[in-house]
């Protein structure tokens, strides 16, 4: 198993610029979660889908951020345009939906813009 | 409203001394409880978690932790730590008896390791 695989794994782009940062969720995972962490707020959860349906997306900042699941092996966060006070770490992690099970994270994409 | 708080941002112990962090949380319901370790440049672990019965738990590298309902505490022990342990760590809650649900994370402790 590759477990969660997150790319890029360092993105740097200028203010006004789109990026869309992909993941590769574990194969089976129903549930799949985009976290945030930055050194001033921790670990934040921007939205999190289940068999690809977004079902809480109460911590997207704004609407210059938007996620997709267009299948189960796949998603994307896009911020468009982005802003300096977007620089953080992303993470995504994936959960199998069975009780006992823990979350699964991959590496994090770190995003500076500039 | 639920939250984790990690009193310590950074503790330095010396290699082969004992360690203790702590973590305390706010939440309805017993929640599940979990102990996550990040490397530098890398995805969270999971170390150890709690869901119910023995309140004291063990996790890999020799980690455990202690449920104390009382104290709405979940402190993350280990009797002799290496210097492999340098890391950040979290302590994070989740909801009862809902598997794949979000987890809230505490900010994290630094930890480091001095010779």
Redesign the interface.
Known sequence: DAGVIQSPRHEVTEMGQEVTLRCKPISGHDYLFWYRQTMMRGLELLIYFNNNVPIDDSGMPEDRFSAKMPNASFSTLKIQPSEPRDSAVYFCATHSGKMYSPLHFGNGTRLTVT | AQSVTQPDIHITVSEGASLELRCNYSYGATPYL?W?VQSP??????LL?Y?SGDTLVQGIKGFEAEFKRSQSSFNLRKPSVHWSDAAEY?CAVGPP?Q??????????TTLSVSS
């Open positions: 979990f996550y440049g890398q995805g969270l672990q999971l978690k869901f979290f008896n598997a794949g649900t979000a987890l809230i994370f505490g900010k994290g």
